[in-house]
C-alpha cells in the first residue's frame, strides 16, 4: 500500500456519461497530481493541486475538471465520455520535504 | 513546456546481462530527474532519482547518470533478472521549490524491459 488511495478502482460506463474518480493523498503531502495513461501510452500529466489551489494544469479537455477539498482529497469529473476516454487514471502526491512522486493504483475506466 | 524524450521502446536482454534506457529533456531548467517502474497492471514505483547538482548515483545494481550540458540523462541496471521485466519510465522537472508545489514531472513514453532467461 503506498498511501495513496484511489477509488473507485475500476469503472464501466457508457458514453456520454459522467464520472467522479476520487483520490486521497498520503497524509501530510500538500500536492496531487492527476494522469491519464491509456493503453500502451505513457503518463499524460492532466493537472495538479497544492493546499487547495490549482498549480498546474497539462493537457486536460474541457470536459474534464478536477477540485482539492480542505481535507486535500480529491476529484476528478469526466463528462460527456468518449470511447477515447478509456484509460488508467493515476493519482500521485508528494509532500513539501520531496520531489518524488508517490502514485495510487489507478482508476481504470472503460467506456462502451 | 519541458519536452522528454525516452529510447529505446523497447528492449530485450539475457538474464545477467546489463540494460542501458537513454532520455533526454528540452528545458534547462530542469533539474530533477526520477525514474519509475511499472509493472503491468500496477501502479509506477519510484526506483532511483537525482537532482542536477550530482552527475551520477548509484542503488546496489541500479545507478542514474546526467550530463547537465548536453541534457541527457540514462538509467543503468546491471546483472538484470527476470523480476527487471517491466515498463521504466523516465521524467523531468523543474523542481522549482518544494514548498508551493512547483514539481510537475514531465515523463518519457516509456520502456519496456524484457528480460530472457
Known amino acids: 500500500d503506498s498511501g495513496v488511495t484511489q477509488t473507485p478502482k475500476h469503472l464501466i460506463t457508457a458514453t456520454g456519461q459522467r464520472v467522479t474518480l476520487r483520490c486521497s493523498p498520503r497524509?501530510?503531502?500538500?500536492?496531487v497530481y492527476w494522469y491519464q495513461q491509456s493503453l500502451d501510452q505513457g503518463l499524460q500529466f492532466l493537472i495538479q493541486?497544492?493546499?487547495?489551489?490549482?498549480?498546474a494544469k497539462g493537457n486536460i479537455l474541457e470536459r474534464f475538471s478536477a477540485q482539492q477539498f480542505p481535507d486535500l482529497h480529491s476529484e476528478l469529473n469526466l463528462s460527456s465520455l468518449e470511447l477515447g476516454d478509456s484509460a488508467l487514471y493515476f493519482c500521485?502526491?508528494?509532500?513539501?520535504?520531496?520531489?518524488?512522486?508517490?502514485f495510487g493504483s489507478g482508476t481504470r475506466l472503460t467506456v462502451v | 513546456g519541458e519536452n522528454v524524450e525516452q529510447h529505446p521502446s523497447t528492449l530485450s536482454v539475457q538474464e545477467g546481462d546489463s540494460a542501458v534506457i537513454k532520455c533526454t529533456y528540452s528545458?534547462?531548467?530542469?533539474?530533477?530527474f526520477p525514474w519509475y517502474k511499472q509493472e503491468l497492471g500496477k501502479r509506477p514505483q519510484l526506483i532511483i532519482d537525482?537532482?542536477?547538482?550530482?552527475g551520477e548515483k548509484k542503488d546496489q545494481r541500479i545507478a542514474v547518470t546526467l550530463n547537465k550540458t548536453a541534457k541527457h540523462f540514462s538509467l543503468h541496471i546491471t546483472e538484470t533478472q527476470p523480476e527487471d521485466s517491466a515498463v521504466y519510465f523516465c521524467?523531468?522537472?523543474?523542481?522549482?521549490?518544494?514548498?508551493?508545489?512547483?514539481?510537475?514531472?514531465?515523463f518519457g513514453t516509456g520502456t519496456q524491459l524484457k528480460v530472457e532467461l
Open positions: 500521485a502526491s508528494s509532500s513539501d520535504n520531496t520531489y518524488g512522486y508517490t
Open positions: 497524509s501530510g503531502d500538500l500536492s
Open positions: 493541486y497544492y493546499n487547495g489551489e490549482e498549480r
Open positions: 528545458d534547462s531548467a530542469s533539474n530533477y
Open positions: 537525482i537532482r542536477s547538482n550530482v
Open positions: 521524467a523531468a522537472s523543474e523542481g522549482r521549490g518544494l514548498t508551493g508545489g512547483g514539481n510537475k514531472l514531465t
